[in-house]
């Protein structure tokens, strides 16, 4: 699924990264804890994240993640927008609670992005 | 330069320097990605180094990490100075841990670290004096 049309489900808006909006994705994560993201995060997932300092940008360029999306609302700190431009990842930002945001990606047949197999 | 060597820096990390937190992992991984190993050698590399990296940031005053590259192997030194881990045992367990708040706003701090280092290199080896520092010695094979 386009990156552009993920965007459409979560009511989400775009912070940086407007030239991804064609890429394409099968999987998304959900974690507020980094270590979680580094420990089962598939690359090329999808994250979904409370979590706005700079070290989600920073754990989603580390675990290969691609494309970080802030829910319930919250928008990334101006060194995590800083750092995602510098490292071309693209950040969205939507209202939807956790849980909602993962139903309807869930739903739309996104697949998990992550696994505790080691 | 040793035989075999394609490369060798030596990093600096201030402990509590929370603003810089995870430079030094990214710069590792640049590095290795432009050297040109597998992605998924790179990517366990950046992990291993980044969780590692935290912990000195929340846990050490001062430490140094020696990256080290030979055809054959990424080698990744940590050693710092600091309080040191007094049951290292009970730090490799999964969910163990003794964070601030302040590290668990930052999204560590839940036990994973240590496992998660482990879980990424082909050897670890870690260790410490309580109220000196600890050593971390992880290696990722290149092929």
Do not use: W
């Amino acid at each position: 699924m386009k990156l552009t049309e993920i965007k459409e489900i979560l009511n989400a808006d775009v912070i940086t990264g407007d030239s991804h909006l064609g890429d394409e994705f099968e999987e998304v994560c959900s974690a507020d804890l980094m270590s979680d993201v580094l420990a089962f995060a598939t690359p090329g997932t999808i994250l979904l994240t409370g979590l706005t300092n700079v070290q989600s940008v920073i754990t989603a360029h580390v675990a290969e993640v691609g494309a970080v999306v802030y829910i319930r609302g919250k928008r990334p700190d101006e060194d995590a927008i800083k750092l995602a431009m510098q490292k071309n990842l693209p950040l969205l930002a939507s209202p939807l609670t956790m849980f909602e945001a993962c139903g309807r990606l869930y739903k739309q047949g996104l697949k998990s992005g992550s696994s505790t197999a080691k | 330069m040793e035989d075999g060597v394609l490369f060798f820096q030596e990093f600096s990390i201030m402990g509590k320097d929370f603003s810089n937190a995870g430079s030094v992992s990214t710069e590792i991984k640049s590095i290795l990605k432009e050297i040109g190993f597998d992605p998924v050698i790179v990517r366990r590399a950046a992990i291993a180094a980044y969780e590692a990296e935290m912990n000195v940031v929340m846990y050490a005053d001062r430490g140094v990490v020696r990256l080290r590259v030979t055809p054959d192997k990424i080698s990744i030194e940590l050693e710092d100075e600091g309080q040191g881990i007094e049951d290292i045992e009970l730090a490799m367990q999964e969910g163990y841990s003794t964070a601030t708040p302040e590290m668990r706003e930052m999204g560590f701090g839940a036990g994973m670290g240590l496992p998660n280092i482990k879980r990424n290199s082909d050897h670890f080896e870690i260790t410490s004096q309580p109220g000196r520092g600890t050593k971390l010695n992880i290696v990722i094979k290149a092929r």
